[in-house]
C-alpha cells in the first residue's frame, strides 16, 4: 500500500502527494509486469463496503493485487503481455478467508471427548493426550494437516494459539497458509516449556526470528485468565507494547470462566486484562461469549477486538456469545473455527454462515450482522485484529493477492440474484475452486499433491492417537 508518512504529526499536503506519486509508480511497474488476470463474473472486494463488481477483472502482479477492472477493459489494457488469464463465469472472488483463532495441530484429536462441558473436555481427554503426544513433529504434521484443510475451505491466513509455536509455523507455511502464530504462555509445564520464565523467553526469541517475515507473524499468547498468573499477563502486556504485537487470548469462554474470576480476584476477566494493561488495541479476545454489556464497553472503549466461535461455543455449550451487541458498539470482529477437536471441521464459511445467523437469534431481530458485515468480519476484521490490515483482509490495489473463488452455479446455490448473501448463505467450503495466497495458486488446477501429504502425515498418527 501507499508508504504514507508516519509520526505523531499529520502528514503536511506536499508529504502526502510525494507519497501518493511513489504509491503510483509501484503500481505502474507491478501492472506493467503482470503474471495473473483472473476474469470473474462478481467480485466481492469488502472495501469499498457494500460492493459487488459484475463482469471485472482482478489482475496480479509479483503477488500483489496491481488492477481492478471491468473486464472488458482488462483484456484491452493487458492484450500485450504474456499474463496466465483464468476465466470464472459463474465465480464470485473475495479476499482470502481469515481464521482468526485456531489450534491447528489439534486436527490429531479431531473427535476426542464428544459430549463433554469445556473443562471436562480439557482435563479429563485433550491436556492427557496433548502430555502424552506433544512434541514438535506432532504439532508440525498437524498443522500441516489442517492448513491444507484450511485452504481447501477458502483459508488464505490463520491465527494460531498452540505449543510448538515456530514448529506450527513451518507446517502451515509448507501447507500454502499465511499465519499469525502465538508464543503460548500457560500456567503449567509442557513439553514446550518447563515454567513461566521459558514460556517468555521462548516467545520473544519466536518474535526475533519471524521478524520481517512476509509469511509469518507473531503474537503474544496467553492461553486464558485462569491459567496464567497476574505477574506473567503482565510480562504478557510488556511484551506486547515493547514490539506492539496483538495479544491472543481466550476470554469469558464460560460462565464458571467469570464466576471463578470474580471469587479469586474480586473483578471479572476483562477487568482484570485491564488492570494487568493487556486491554488495548492490541488484545484479541478470544470467545467472549458470558461477556456484560460493562465488559463492551471496556473492549469497544479500547478498540479491542473479539474473535467470535460459534460452532466451539455451541458443541461445548458455552453460550451465545452477545455479538450484534458487539457490532454496535463499535467492536472489531473477526471469524474463527477453534481447533478441530473442538468444532470438529475448519470450515471458515460454514462459520461465517452460523455466526450471522446465530446474532440475528440471540438479538431477536433480522436487521443485525448483515451480509456484507459478515464478510467482512471473516476477512478484513481478522486482519484488523492482527493488525495486518495493510496487507491483507481486502481486494485493494498494492495489497497482497491473496484470494479465493467461490462457485455459485450449482442448483444448491441458483438462481443468483445477490451474489453476497448466496455466497455467505448457500455456498460452503466445497463450492471453494480457487485459493491463491501472494498471487500463487494453493487450491485448485493441480495443487492437490499437497492433500497427498496430509493423507500420509494423518495416516502416519492415527495408530499413535
Given at each position: 500500500?501507499?508508504?504514507?508518512?508516519?509520526?505523531?504529526?499529520?502528514?503536511t499536503?506536499?508529504?502526502?502527494?510525494?507519497?501518493?506519486?511513489?504509491?503510483?509508480?509501484?503500481i505502474?511497474?507491478?501492472?506493467?509486469?503482470a503474471?495473473?488476470?483472473?476474469?470473474?463474473?462478481?467480485?466481492?472486494?469488502?472495501?469499498?463496503?457494500?460492493?459487488?463488481?459484475?463482469?471485472?477483472?482482478?489482475?496480479?502482479?509479483?503477488?500483489?493485487i496491481?488492477?481492478?477492472?471491468?473486464?472488458?477493459?482488462a483484456?484491452?489494457?493487458?492484450?500485450?503481455?504474456?499474463?496466465?488469464?483464468?476465466?470464472?463465469?459463474?465465480?464470485?472472488?473475495?479476499?482470502?478467508?481469515?481464521?482468526?483463532?485456531?489450534?491447528?495441530?489439534?486436527?490429531?484429536?479431531?473427535?476426542r471427548?464428544?459430549?463433554?462441558?469445556?473443562?471436562?473436555w480439557?482435563?479429563?481427554?485433550?491436556?492427557?493426550?496433548?502430555?502424552?503426544?506433544?512434541?514438535?513433529?506432532?504439532?508440525h504434521?498437524?498443522?500441516l494437516?489442517?492448513g491444507?484443510?484450511?485452504?481447501?475451505s477458502?483459508?488464505?491466513?490463520c491465527?494460531?494459539?498452540?505449543?510448538?509455536?515456530?514448529?506450527?509455523?513451518?507446517?502451515?507455511?509448507?501447507?500454502?497458509l499465511?499465519?499469525a502464530t502465538?508464543?503460548?504462555?500457560?500456567g503449567?509445564?509442557?513439553?514446550?516449556?518447563a515454567?513461566?520464565?521459558?514460556?517468555?523467553?521462548?516467545?520473544?526469541?519466536l518474535?526475533?526470528?519471524?521478524?520481517?517475515?512476509?509469511?509469518?507473524?507473531?503474537?503474544?499468547?496467553?492461553?486464558?485468565?485462569?491459567?496464567?498468573?497476574d505477574?506473567?499477563l503482565?510480562?504478557?502486556?510488556?511484551?506486547?507494547?515493547r514490539?506492539?504485537?496483538?495479544v491472543?487470548?481466550?476470554?469469558?469462554?464460560?460462565?464458571?470462566?467469570?464466576?471463578t474470576s470474580?471469587?479469586?480476584?474480586?473483578?471479572?476477566?476483562?477487568?482484570?486484562?485491564?488492570?494487568?494493561?493487556?486491554?488495548?488495541?492490541?488484545?484479541?479476545?478470544?470467545?467472549?461469549?458470558?461477556?456484560?454489556?460493562?465488559?463492551?464497553?471496556?473492549?469497544?472503549?479500547?478498540?479491542?477486538?473479539?474473535?467470535?466461535?460459534p460452532?466451539?461455543?455451541?458443541?461445548?455449550?458455552?453460550?451465545?456469545?452477545?455479538?450484534?451487541?458487539?457490532?454496535?458498539?463499535?467492536?472489531?470482529?473477526?471469524?474463527?473455527?477453534d481447533?478441530?477437536?473442538?468444532n470438529?471441521?475448519?470450515d471458515?464459511?460454514?462459520?461465517?454462515r452460523?455466526?450471522?445467523?446465530l446474532?440475528?437469534?440471540?438479538?431477536?431481530?433480522?436487521?443485525?450482522?448483515?451480509?456484507?458485515?459478515?464478510?467482512?468480519?471473516?476477512t478484513?476484521?481478522?486482519?484488523?485484529?492482527?493488525?495486518?490490515?495493510?496487507?491483507?483482509?481486502?481486494?485493494?490495489?498494492?495489497?497482497?493477492?491473496?484470494?479465493?473463488?467461490?462457485d455459485?452455479?450449482?442448483?444448491?446455490?441458483?438462481?443468483?440474484?445477490?451474489?453476497?448473501?448466496?455466497?455467505?448463505y448457500?455456498?460452503?467450503?466445497?463450492?471453494?475452486?480457487?485459493?491463491?495466497?501472494?498471487?500463487?495458486?494453493?487450491?485448485?488446477?493441480?495443487?492437490e499433491p499437497?492433500?497427498?501429504?496430509?493423507?500420509?502425515?494423518?495416516e502416519?498418527?492415527?495408530?499413535?492417537?
Open positions: 500500500m501507499a508508504e504514507v508518512p508516519h509520526g505523531d504529526r499529520f502528514p499536503p506536499s508529504e502526502t502527494l510525494s507519497a501518493r506519486a511513489v504509491f503510483e509508480s509501484k505502474m511497474r507491478l501492472r506493467m509486469t503474471d495473473t488476470l483472473v476474469e470473474a463474473r462478481w467480485v466481492i472486494p469488502v472495501i469499498p463496503r457494500n460492493t459487488v463488481l459484475e463482469n471485472h477483472t482482478v489482475v496480479f502482479s509479483g503477488g500483489r496491481a488492477d481492478i477492472l471491468p473486464t472488458e477493459a483484456r484491452v489494457r493487458y492484450a500485450g503481455l504474456e499474463a496466465k488469464t483464468m476465466r470464472l463465469p459463474a465465480g464470485v472472488v473475495m479476499p482470502g478467508l481469515i481464521n482468526l483463532h485456531t489450534h491447528a495441530a489439534m486436527n490429531l484429536l479431531r473427535g471427548g464428544a459430549d463433554l462441558p469445556l473443562m471436562d480439557l482435563t479429563k481427554e485433550i491436556w492427557p493426550a496433548e502430555g502424552r503426544l506433544m512434541s514438535a513433529e506432532f504439532v504434521d498437524g498443522s494437516i489442517a491444507v484443510e484450511m485452504i481447501r477458502g483459508v488464505t491466513c491465527s494460531d494459539l498452540y505449543f510448538f509455536p515456530e514448529a506450527a509455523a513451518e507446517g502451515l507455511r509448507e501447507a500454502g499465511r499465519c502465538a508464543g503460548i504462555v500457560i503449567f509445564p509442557s513439553a514446550w516449556a515454567n513461566d520464565d521459558e514460556y517468555i523467553s521462548k516467545c520473544e526469541a518474535i526475533e526470528r519471524y521478524s520481517g517475515d512476509p509469511f509469518v507473524r507473531v503474537t503474544v499468547g496467553p492461553h486464558a485468565p485462569y491459567t496464567v498468573s505477574a506473567s503482565a510480562r504478557c502486556a510488556a511484551l506486547s507494547e514490539h506492539d504485537l496483538p491472543h487470548i481466550h476470554v469469558n469462554e464460560t460462565a464458571g470462566e467469570v464466576e470474580l471469587k479469586d480476584h474480586g473483578e471479572r476477566p476483562v477487568a482484570r486484562l485491564a488492570r494487568l494493561g493487556l486491554l488495548n488495541e492490541r488484545l484479541i479476545s478470544v470467545h467472549s461469549v458470558h461477556t456484560s454489556n460493562e465488559d463492551i464497553r471496556m473492549l469497544a472503549e479500547a478498540r479491542a477486538s473479539v474473535c467470535h466461535c460452532s466451539s461455543n455451541l458443541k461445548l455449550a458455552s453460550g451465545f456469545a452477545p455479538v450484534a451487541k458487539m457490532m454496535k458498539a463499535g467492536i472489531n470482529l473477526g471469524i474463527g473455527t481447533g478441530a477437536a473442538s470438529d471441521k475448519l471458515m464459511l460454514g462459520e461465517t452460523l455466526a450471522a445467523m446474532a440475528k437469534a440471540v438479538a431477536g431481530g433480522t436487521t443485525c450482522a448483515k451480509v456484507f458485515d459478515m464478510l467482512e468480519a471473516a478484513l476484521g481478522g486482519a484488523r485484529a492482527l493488525h495486518w490490515d495493510d496487507e491483507i483482509g481486502s481486494l485493494e490495489i498494492g495489497k497482497c493477492a491473496d484470494m479465493i473463488a467461490v455459485l452455479s450449482g442448483i444448491e446455490c441458483g438462481p443468483v440474484t445477490d451474489p453476497a448473501a448466496q455466497l455467505l448457500s455456498a460452503g467450503r466445497e463450492h471453494v475452486t480457487h485459493v491463491w495466497v501472494a498471487g500463487r495458486l494453493a487450491a485448485g488446477e493441480g495443487t499437497r492433500d497427498d501429504t496430509a493423507r500420509t502425515l494423518l502416519k498418527w492415527a495408530p499413535l492417537i
